[in-house]
Every structure is written in structure tokens, then in C-alpha cells.
């Protein structure tokens, strides 16, 4: 079942809505969601998260799921990781918590990535799963790459994608509900045909490649690193590792205490693999 001793809620924030859920008795952690998925998507690792002790809290990012963020502008700057980064810190101090333990998949790793940049002092130690910097991506952009993941060049394109996928939203994101589990199946399903949610995870990637790129490239040249210990994580059976190798080769760059390895798994490994990511996790964050 998915999120049975959980509590869920939506909060009203300055210009977007956020709806979570959180269970749990102990130190917290935050969990972000990739993309198309929502955070359900952590409904087999939140509960053994929870066995280990910890409070975790799974929100929708903004304009995901059941989650609302603002009208898009030209800059994307209300898609920007920032601005989905603050509201996240936001969302928990008003839960209370003003120091936490802090994991991201796909886009929600750049949402972490980005909170960890911008509020060290908040966010304890930081788990990012399939991920490296959007700026290292595109500073590496082969054929291979561009053909691989041309989604990333065709979610930016204005207008046509929309039209695309709201055409026939299944047959563009294809779900098994058995490997996701039934309602974590239903409640993907269920945004993904939302015209509203599709613009907003467009807009996530439309930032990505703009101004998300742009703060990227500044903290480099400014030489802002993760301070604290950072795990990187990453699918065996998808291909970042096929793309660039040791992809802790590359996070070295930007991190003072990094560490990481593969996980047995295809892309979605919170769906596909959570005993290994769970037991991951709470090693690392315990």
C-alpha cells in the first residue's frame, strides 16, 4: 500500500502550492521526485526509511503531482531549481525542521543540488541519485548524448511539446502499474494527463537548460563547492555511466566529501530497486 501511515497535507506558499506527505518519528529526511513521476514515486522507500528510525518527508515538486507553482514567464525563472529549492526550504521550516538530511532523483536531484548550493547550512548531508550537474551534461554534448537524451533539446522547444503529449499523454509516458505499484501507477497517470502539470514539467526542463545552467556556470567560476558529505548514486542498467564513466570522477569537482556507487537497477530505482536504495540511504544518513 502506498504511504498507509503516512499523513499527507497541501501548503500555501508565496507563489506555489505543495502538497506532501511525511511520516515517521526521528531525524528527517527529505525525499525529491524525478520527472514525469510524483511522490509516490517513493512509496517503497519512505516506509523502510521510516523503519530505520527516520521522519521522512515526500513532497510534489512545484507544478508536479498535486503541486501548483506560478504562471511560466520567458526567463522560466518560475521553474527555476532555485525557486523550487526555496520552497522546499520553506515547506519544511514550516514543519519545524531548520536542519535535514536531504535525496534527490533525476530532476528533484537538481532541486537538491540546488538547495544544497544555495542553503548549506540547513541540509546536513545530500544523496543525488542518476545525476550531474545539468552544466556538466551540456559541456559534454556528443551525438551519442544528444541522441540518448533528445528529450532534454525537445521539452525546451516553445509550444509544440505541449501539443504533442497532451495529444495522447499514455502512449507518451508509458507506465507498467506492476513495476510502480498500482496507485503509485494511478496517481502518475493521473497527473500526466493534467495539460497543466505537463506545462509545468516542461517548464522544469525549459529552466534547466536557461537560467539553471547559467547559476550552475556562476558557482563554478566562483568556486562554491557542496560542503557537506555528498552520495552519489546512480542506475547500473540506465547510461549515465555509459555516457561518461565514474560519474564521481566528475563530482569531485563539486563536492569536498563525496562518495558513491551503482545501484542494480533501471532509471526509476526507487520503483525498482528500494530495498538497495533504502538500505543506501539510511546507511548513509544514520
Known amino acids: ?35 514525469p513521476r510524483t511522490s509516490a514515486t517513493w512509496h517503497r522507500v519512505a516506509p523502510r526509511l521510516v523503519a530505520r528510525g527516520f521522519t521522512v518527508v515526500c513532497p510534489d515538486l512545484r507544478g508536479y503531482g498535486r503541486s501548483r507553482g506560478p504562471e511560466p514567464t520567458p526567463d522560466h525563472a518560475g521553474y527555476a531549481k532555485r525557486a523550487m529549492a526555496a520552497d522546499m526550504v520553506a515547506v519544511m521550516r514550516r514543519l519545524g525542521y531548520s536542519n535535514f538530511a536531504l535525496a534527490g532523483h533525476d530532476r528533484g ?17 545530500v544523496a543525488l541519485l542518476d545525476c550531474l550537474p545539468i552544466s556538466e551534461h551540456l559541456a559534454r554534448v556528443t551525438a551519442e548524448f544528444a541522441t540518448r537524451w533528445w528529450h532534454w533539446f525537445f521539452f525546451a522547444q516553445p509550444e509544440i511539446p505541449e501539443r504533442v503529449i497532451t ?68 542506475s547500473l542498467r540506465d547510461d549515465l555511466e555509459q555516457l561518461y564513466g565514474d560519474p564521481l570522477r566528475i563530482w569531485r569537482d563539486w563536492a569536498v566529501d563525496v562518495t558513491g556507487f551503482g545501484i542494480d537497477s533501471g532509471h526509476h530505482m526507487a520503483e525498482e530497486a528500494p530495498t538497495a536504495l533504502a538500505t543506501a540511504l539510511a546507511e548513509f544518513f544514520e
Open 167 to 234: 495529444a495522447d499523454p499514455d502512449r507518451w509516458y508509458r507506465g507498467d502499474p506492476e513495476t510502480m505499484g498500482a496507485r503509485n501507477y494511478d496517481e502518475w497517470r493521473m497527473a500526466t494527463r493534467n495539460p497543466t502539470v505537463v506545462r509545468a514539467m516542461l517548464e522544469d526542463y525549459r529552466a534547466g537548460l536557461t537560467i539553471d545552467a547559467e547559476h550552475e556556470r556562476a558557482d563554478r567560476a566562483a568556486g562554491i563547492r557542496l560542503r557537506c558529505p555528498t552520495l552519489i548514486l546512480w
Open 1 to 35: 500500500m502506498v504511504f498507509d501511515e503516512f499523513t499527507s497535507e497541501t501548503m500555501r506558499l508565496d507563489d506555489s502550492q505543495i502538497f506532501l506527505r511525511r511520516g515517521g518519528e526521528g531525524p528527517p529526511i527529505l525525499l525529491l521526485h524525478g520527472h
Open 109 to 125: 536531484s537538481y532541486v537538491a543540488l540546488r538547495l544544497t548550493l544555495d542553503h548549506p547550512d540547513i541540509v546536513s548531508r
